[in-house]
Structure formats: C-alpha cells, structure tokens
C-alpha cells in the first residue's frame, strides 16, 4: 500500500500549528481536572441544573427550526436571483455574526420590548416577549441565523444551477425543481448549518441576558445557568460547563459532514 | 406543425431564424462561438434576446413584440447537452421517471415508462444504479432516455457526443439515429458523421448568421461555406465570376467547371475541389500551368496510408513517400497546383 505524499508544506509550520491545537485543547483539559467527579452526578441532577439544560435543549431545538424556516429561503434569494442593493443586504444580514451578543439582546430589546418599535402593537395583541421563554428563542434565532444562510448560500453556489435548469427543461415547476432537485442536492450543506445554528443557539449568552433575562426554568438556559453558579457553586458550574462541551461534541460528531464526498 | 425561432442578440452578435418542419431534424453547424448554442438557449427558454420569436406547433414560446415569454418548465423542449447531469441523488429509474413525475403521472406509471424509455437506448439494467458509478456512455443513454420520457414537443442535443471515448460514440448515434426518426429536433455538432446520419437538413452559422441552409447531403457535397467545406473535407475558395474563371476574393484567378444553375458574370460563386485532387511541387511549376498557389505548410497530419498537408485555407492529401521527397514540414513553402476539371464552381444562393 503507497501513501501519497504532501508536497510543499514547510516544516516549520507545524510549530504554530501544533501550538494553535494545543492552545484550544489545554482549557478543556483544565476543566476535566477541575471536575468534582465524587459528586458530579448530584450536581448536574439538580433541579436548577436539569432545567436549565431542559431549557437549552428546547429552545436551541426550537432556534434551529426557526433558523430553518427563515433561513432557508434567504438563502435561496441571495444564492439565486440578483436585485439591487443585494451585497448590502447581504452584509447587513451576516451584521450579528460580528455585532457583540450583548448589543443584539439590546436592539431586540428596543424592537420587541414593552417601549420598543413593535412594542405598542404587540401590547395590543397581548403579545408579551420580553422575558419570556420566546425571548430567549428570538434572542438565539438572531444571532444564529446567520451562520445557517452563510453556510446554505454557499453550498447553493457551489451545487450551481445546472440540474436545476435540466429538471426545469424536463417540465418540473419551480416548487418541484426546489423540492426534488435544489433541496436534496445541498442537504448536506442545510445539515452542516442547522448544526451551526444549533451550536451557536447552545452557546448564546450575551442577547439571551439583555433580552431574556435570567428566570430559572423560563429564560434562565445552561450558559445562564454556569455564570450564576460560578458565584455562589464552582463545583456546579465546572460540571455543567462540562455538560455543555459534552452535548456540543456530540452535536457537532453526530453532524460532521463527510469529507469523502465530492 | 413546425418550429419557428428566430432570435437577435447583439451581446453575442447573434442574428438568425430558421424553420423546421415537424419530425425534421435540422444540425445546426458552425465554428465555436458562431452562436450555436446560443439559438438553443434561447429556444429552451434559458437565455432572453432582444428580439426574437419561438413557436413551437402554432404556440408561441417567446415573442419579444408581444411580450410572451414561457419559463422553460411549460415549453416541453427538452435540452441534452455534452455533460449528462443526471440528479446524483436518484438512481437512473428514479431519473427517468423525473419527467413523467413533474407531470403529475403517479409513480408506479412513471416507472414503467421510465423502463420503457430505458429499454428503448438500451440501458435497462442500469435501473437501480445510482449515477455516480456509470461510465460516460452509459451516462449520456440514460440522459437520452430521460429527455425522451419527459415527451417534449421539441428535442435539443448540444453536442451530445463530444465528451464520450470513440469507442462508444458509433452505438450512441445509432440510438439517437432511431429515437431522432420521427421528432423534431436540432442537434449542435463538430461532426459531419453526425450531421450526416442523424440529420435532414443543415444550417450553417458563421459569426452569428446563418451562411447555409440546405438537405444535409447536398451541404456536404456542395457546401458554400467555408465551414461546412471543411466538415465535408473539401477545398472551398469564394470569389466571383466573370463567364469564363474566378476571380478570387483575397486576389488569383481560378479556372473551373461552372456547375448547374450556371453563374452568369458577375455572380458570387464558390469553388471547391478535392484535397486529393491536388499535385504538391517545392517549387511554383515552370510554364503557366493554371491553378497554382504558393502556400505555407501549416500542419502535417496523418490520414490513413495519406498525409494531408494543412495550410492557411487549403489541404492537400499526399503520401508518405512525397513528404520526404519534398521535405515537407511545418513552415515550409510549397506550390499547391489543382487541374481545372477538378474545380466546381457554384453560384451562392
């Protein structure tokens, strides 16, 4: 059996590489030697524990299907028509992928809040957001959306329009070309994003605070959960935060996108 | 019953219309970018000229002067190009039976006409494959067999051969040859094989406009472009007539046989005759033999037990044993000599 042979990859480059690892992995290494494992089941089992990962789990589940239902089609508009002001929109679009978490929870907060823009007509409804439950779900839809339409849109690119235009000529609607062409051939690009989004939703802190608040079991989710206890519990906090790396890794394992393929 | 289309595209320089009746099969021929496939996009509803009109059996597709303009998904024209592009993530039943199923045929009976069409090119055990592992050929069938089921009313092939190995192109064109019988259909090619055998009749484009239109075995025994000359592997050199010789356009005289409908002085002709036809000297002959030009060898290319002597617009078919008596190479001058009884000479239509 041969092996084929990298070519051209200076030596010296491992160093950073290896030093860039190293500098990831060390801080998870940290947190294993720090957890209390005598009593590591009894903290992850309390009962603001368990609702704050059943909250997370929820609302990151509930983020991603959101992300899926609007995401999905911003994509498709970015990746398939052409309009003016496009390349604005589109950087607008990708804004909470830079913008600090903390400044989203406050722009929503101005947005959905009691004095915010929508605020007067959804007190009309009897609609209240803020601090709620769905608070937290839009909190992690904004800042997640956008890492599912930037991995979407380029897998779109990438598929190109060519099967497209063949299913077209073969007599398929727009509706069935999405359906039976468009959808399965970037369905590996939707997963990699849903898992992104899911992630990202997971991880959120910053807009979740701002806009959410933190109420055990209605807003407060795991990342909440793990800056509160870092106060009053350590002990808890290390294990949870371990949890969360846990659930993290296996979402990201469970979802990463095989590389073999074309 | 017929095709109508016509179409102006001033970004590509593109100007023609051409007809073709119902059950025709017209090849459209010309140099890369003479705005072949251009037509064709245009036809399947892919690219919007300026002006431009498509009919298809009385119902018009597109009409720029009117403002109609169906998507391609309701023209049922069908394209086949060089790349299969079968949906990597249906196997070849499933692809087949795309068309039927975009009408709204139920599954089971889109199978079946799927196997139908399958069987027709051949590829039947194919069906449960996924396309990823099939060869180029077997691809293309399957592609053939997928336009096919989608029943459209009009059938595009842009090149349909050019990416497959020689060895399976002469099965493939006797499957297009049955399935193109009875359709309307025009076909892009580089190959007069092609033209020949699949098609009734030739359209010649040349910058964007249509230079030739004519019964394909006519175009290619007596071509009037220079395109078509080549594709039938014959000298063409346009000039005009004087009653008695050609003058030629780019300066020479040429003596020929002027061919029915006789060219009255003054007419646009062409004149074309064989590469075997013509004697090959180092040098221009002594005396005043008629015919002969000083040329620059190009390019020297085997032809069977012949070579045949490419220049800037002429070949010459010669054998092995002449080439090394002349040292004939690339880039060395020659004199190409013809005899007039040799030379047909046609009036441009």
Known sequence: MGRTRTVGLPGWLYVPALVGAVFVLLPLVAIITKVDWANFGTLITSES???????????????TVLCVLLGVPMALVLARTTFPGQNVLRSLVLLPLVLPPVVGGLALLYTFGRKGL?????????????????????????????????????????????YEVVAAGLGAGPTTVFRRVTLPLVLPGLLAGMVLSFAR????????????????????????????????????????????????????????????EP | MSLELGARVAERDVDASFEINTGQTVALLGENGAGKSTLLAVAAGLLRPERGRVVLDGQPLLDTDNGVDLPPHRRGVALLSQDPLLFPHLTVLDNVAFGPRSRGVPRRDAQQQAEHWLSQVGALDLAGRKPGGLSGGQA?????????????????????????????????????????????????????????????????????????????RVVLTRPRSRFAARLAGVNLLAGTW??????????????????????????R??????????AVYRDLPQGSPRNSFGVRIDELEPLGDLIRLRTEQLSADVTLQAVADLDLTPGTWAAFSVKATEIDVYRLA
Do not use: C, W
Not at chain 1, 214 to 236: F, K
């Open chain 1, 49 to 63: 524990s368990k609702d704050a990962l059943l909250l997370s789990l929820r609302t990151s589940a509930a983020t």
């Open chain 1, 118 to 162: 929508l605020g007067h007509a959804l007190e009309v409804m009897d609609i209240r957001i803020a601090f709620s439950t769905m608070a937290v779900v839009l909190a992690q839809t904004f800042v997640a959306l956008p890492f599912l339409v930037v991995s979407l849109e380029g897998a779109l690119r990438t598929a190109g329009q060519r």
């Open chain 1, 201 to 260: 939703a997971l991880g959120e802190f910053g807009a979740t605070i701002t806009f959410a608040g933190s109420l055990q079991g209605v807003t407060r989710t795991l990342p909440l959960e793990i800056y509160l206890q870092r106060e009053v519990d350590p002990d808890a906090a290390v294990a949870l935060a371990l949890l969360l790396v846990v659930v993290a890794v296996v979402v990201i394992a469970l979802a990463r996108p095989d590389r073999r």
């Open chain 2, 140 to 216: 293309q069938r399957v592609a053939i067999a997928r336009a096919l089921a989608a029943d459209p009313r009009l059938l595009l092939l842009d090149e349909p051969m050019a990416s497959l190995d020689v060895e399976v192109t002469p099965a493939l064109r006797q499957t297009l040859r049955g399935v193109l019988a009875d359709r309307t259909a025009v076909i892009v090619t580089h190959d007069v094989l092609d033209a020949l055998l699949l098609a009734d009749r030739v359209v010649v484009l040349e910058n964007g406009r249509i230079v030739e239109d004519g019964d394909t």
């Open chain 2, 242 to 267: 004087t009653g008695d010789h050609v003058e030629l356009d780019d300066g020479g005289v040429l003596f020929g046989m002027a061919a029915e409908p006789l060219p009255q002085p003054g007419d």
């Open chain 2, 269 to 278: 002709v062409v004149a074309t005759f064989k590469p075997h036809a013509v």
